[in-house]
Nanobody
Framework: QVQLVESGGGLVQAGGSLRLSCAAS????????MAWFRQAPGKERGFVTH????????FYIDSVKGRFTTSRDNAKNTVYLQMNDLKPEDTAVYYC??????????????????WGQGTQVTVSS
């Protein structure tokens, strides 16, 4: 069973950048597809981006395309979310999630079984 720990959140002005990291332990990292979700105040948690087990396939929601990039380093058991040109509407708690790659397509998984505790991202206007 894999454990996930996010880091890298913080307060940034609109137009700025942050890079989130999600470190995995307790499992074979390359066996898992990974995703990032976010939950804004008063809203449900929503999908942001997915990356396949090898990193060759990614998928993004429209609102972050061209601004966010997800990547992974299987040697370091870490997945990243580079966020550029941040907007106040990106303010949320960001979570990484994992699922066995066999249960997923290149675009995502029906569900994710493993979750981190989240990291807060706040974008000021």
């Amino acid at each position: 069973q894999v454990q996930l720990v996010e880091s890298g959140g913080g307060l940034v002005q609109a137009g700025g950048s942050l890079r989130l990291s999600c470190a995995a332990s307790g499992g074979r990292f390359s066996s898992y597809a990974m995703a990032w979700f976010r939950q804004a105040p008063g809203k449900e948690r929503g999908f942001v981006t997915h990356i396949s087990w090898g990193g060759e396939s990614t998928f993004y929601i429209d609102s972050v395309k061209g601004r966010f990039t997800t990547s992974r380093d299987n040697a370091k058991n870490t997945v990243y979310l580079q966020m550029n040109d941040l907007k106040p509407e990106d303010t949320a708690v960001y979570y990484c999630a994992a699922q066995f790659a066999d249960y997923c397509s290149g675009y995502g998984c029906d569900n994710y079984d493993y979750w981190g505790q989240g990291t807060q991202v706040t974008v000021s206007s």
